[in-house]
């Protein structure tokens, strides 16, 4: 076990999150991946995501366990006005602390329904009490203060639930703080993206390479969408030589799966897209039906986008498909909506009325209903290109609704990522 | 506590994750919340989450601490045909087996190998090994088998973490058999949603019908969206008994908070309206600028959506907006693309080129860049309505740039909800 030892040298953290609903499936945890990514690159050794229920003993029993092992304990949700939370009641409890007012969480809690023109009532004064046991971490986002409590050399942080108002703590704060507290160790990463090839295989092709990797270098198979993305993982107190390592390491990496590596960087598809239609000063547009603006989403939740992405026309109903992207009505009624025809006239529409360089065009059933036994669910029909060279592919996926609109979104930008990348135009 | 000693009083379960992805944040764990709604149905109390490294000394602490108090322990993740997958050969040590070849995985195997037209390689084969001590849970989806262990009266399963075969696992053989193996208690919610009132003031409003509420019937606030839903949670033994006291309860708070009720189920707002388009036989479109496609996105999730929305135009580029929905330049140069004007006539035409009864335009800055002293960061216009009513808001966000996509999204289609509800016509 060298990798365990490696970890255990490092400063390690535990998060924990409270809430009812993370045990209901009300609300997916996205909280616990933000602060892991931001952790791991503070240097700081992530070994434990816990999520419990606004429940005393369930609270304790976690605190209690998670530092035994970590010397950062982070924890989030449950400081709400309402009955349900209950994490700073029991936090006051656990480190023998009495709430008080505190004088700046007060200000901030009249602020803010000042600004919202709201009436204050008595639970909400409550929101600016905290346990005279800790250092109050001012939300300069929301009402609920953070707390910052010492005990035995361990750290433990309590947050809102909020994402962008944890966030904003852990940036503004709680990092920095930590990085004076500890003196930590530096972990960094080099990542690659390949498509086409099966993750077992991929290993056959790197073994001897893998296994020669040293304790302090470690690599990770990440499959998503049909696609494998590679990432290696340094660990040392020389940043200056582990950062020399780690390139060494990922080019010998990079030359194995040189003809199945698409990308060479930690970046999505869509940013990989966007970065090359900004060299090329390219711009492009979609066409989507069956992924029904999940492209367009994918592609303008990249900040900047608007420089190389134009817009999009969903058409939904064929009548659109007719009427904006002028694919003919003959096509429809004999090769229908879902084809390779129509795809090619969505393209060639998108080209013309969205006047870009580029376009891509989706069409298919994703389910649940809507197949026939000539194109059952998951039969999709995509086109990308230009208006000199376009491509055309036939997925059958065989997933559920949201992975069929997922998986078609990333196999259309991997083919226009294709053919951009081989367009000696431009 | 009374409610800690409800919830000790089922059958109680804790989910385990496991991979080293889980870590430094590059997946968001959406596996665990779709368990918890699972098993929450199936009268299965989740107690705990925790997410673990590809570690053999932190996968064996997890499986002894949670086996303490839980009785049925779920395992993902891990099982990959790779090295850094060992959840397989740490199970079977667990529980004393040693691994053999199981000849229905195998089978499985060869026949997606076969399908995909992809040489098999040797540690293709070790994928169809299990250990000798489970009963295995073949895989339809994928080539790694699931597991199933029994030991002093609990169970331990270990699945798959791609999602799709995790949940086609869970919903054919490890509910069902769950279900077989425990004598489950009844557990039943009803959720409502309500919109422009702080969680803290309701909780004023239903204080004293809250705080009658009996031990095994739960009150929760679910703040998002700048929206509140509100869920009451029933725990019981008489399936009847306790459906009627849902209501009953529930009608009382429906009662309660009347005037901010916005829907009286557990549906999305683009559910509802949905739900709303079909009864009226009306149709629905969108045009997007800073929403991106994030609209039709949410709008096309929505299994059937395509006999009320028939899609969107999205006019990331001023040009586009001129051309395809015939906002005059002279707006856009002298109100701006951010402006009241311009997300009306970005309405009106796309009530004309979509040809629908009712439509969404949305058009702002969401950042990090692009703001100014007059329109900071934030900054949006919504329109929604039909030919006859049109209504526009700005509103003033002060997230980060998916989150102010979100809002936005979520802001506008409460607008239409209204405009539909309160619309006379059809």
Redesign the interface.
């Known amino acids: ?1 060298a ?2 030892s490696e ?1 255990r040298g490092s400063i390690q953290a535990s998060i924990i999150t409270i809430g ?11 909280n ?7 952790l ?1 690159k503070a240097g700081i ?14 609270i304790v029993s ?1 605190l209690d ?1 998670e530092c035994k092992n970590a010397s950062i304990i982070l924890i989030t949700g449950g400081l ?6 209950i994490t700073k009641p029991v936090l006051c409890e656990y480190f023998g602390g009495r709430l008080v007012i505190d004088e700046g969480a007060l200000a901030n809690v009249k602020a803010i329904f000042a600004r ?1 023109n ?2 204050m ?1 008595e ?2 004064f409550k ?1 600016a009490e905290v346990p005279d046991v800790c250092t109050v971490i001012q939300n300069k ?1 929301g009402t609920a203060p953070g707390m910052w409590f010492e005990k035995d050399g361990k750290i433990f942080v309590s947050m809102p639930g ?3 108002e944890m ?1 904003g703590m852990m940036m503004e704060y709680v990092l920095p703080h930590l990085q004076r507290f500890f003196t930590l160790p530096f972990i960094d ?1 080099r990542t690659l993206l390949t498509a086409g090839i ?7 092709q790197i073994q001897s390479w ?1 296994n020669a990797l040293p304790a302090h270098i ?7 969408y049909g696609m494998v ?1 590679l ?1 290696i ?1 340094g660990h040392g107190t020389d940043r200056l030589r582990l950062r020399e390592e780690l390139d060494v390491q990922f080019d010998a990496l990079k030359a194995l799966v040189k003809q199945w590596m698409v990308i060479g960087e930690d970046i999505t598809l869509q940013q990989a897209i966007g970065n090359m239609l900004i060299q090329k000063g390219a711009t492009l547009a ?1 066409a ?1 039906s069956c992924t ?6 994918l ?3 990249i ?4 420089a190389w ?9 064929n ?2 498909k007719e ?2 992207l002028q694919v003919s009505s003959h096509t429809l009624s004999t090769a229908g909506a879902v084809s390779e025809e129509t795809v090619q006239q969505m393209l060639k529409g998108a080209l013309t ?3 870009t360089n580029y376009a891509i065009a989706t069409s298919g059933i994703m ?4 197949g026939s036994p000539d194109k059952p669910v998951g039969t999709v029909w995509v086109a990308a290109g230009n208006e000199n060279n376009i491509v055309t592919e036939k997925f059958s996926f ?6 069929n ?1 997922e998986m078609t979104a990333n196999f259309a930008l991997n083919m226009l990522r294709k053919i951009i990348a081989e367009d000696p135009g431009r």
């Not at 709400?80 to 939370?85: F, Q, S």
């Not at 099966?198 to 056959?204: D, L, P, R, T």
């Not at 900040?303 to 608007?306: I, R, V, Y």
């Open positions: 076990m990798q365990a970890r009812d609903e993370l045990l209901i499936g009300q609300v997916v945890d996205t616990s991946a933000w602060m892991a990514t931001a791991n050794w992530l070994r434990k995501r816990v999520s419990v229920g606004d429940d005393k003993a369930e976690a366990e709400g006005p309402t009955a349900d939370d919202l709201r009436p009532i639970r909400n929101q986002r909020v994402p962008h966030k990463h099966g993750e077992s295989f991929i290993a056959e893998e470690k690599l990770a198979y990440l499959p998503n993305r990432r993982t979609t989507e029904g603006g999940y492209l367009a989403h592609l303008t939740s900040p900047g986008s608007s992405y134009k817009g999009s026309i969903i058409s939904y109903a009548e659109i009427k904006l009325q969205l006047n389910g649940p209903d809507g065989r997933y559920d609704r949201k992975r609109i």
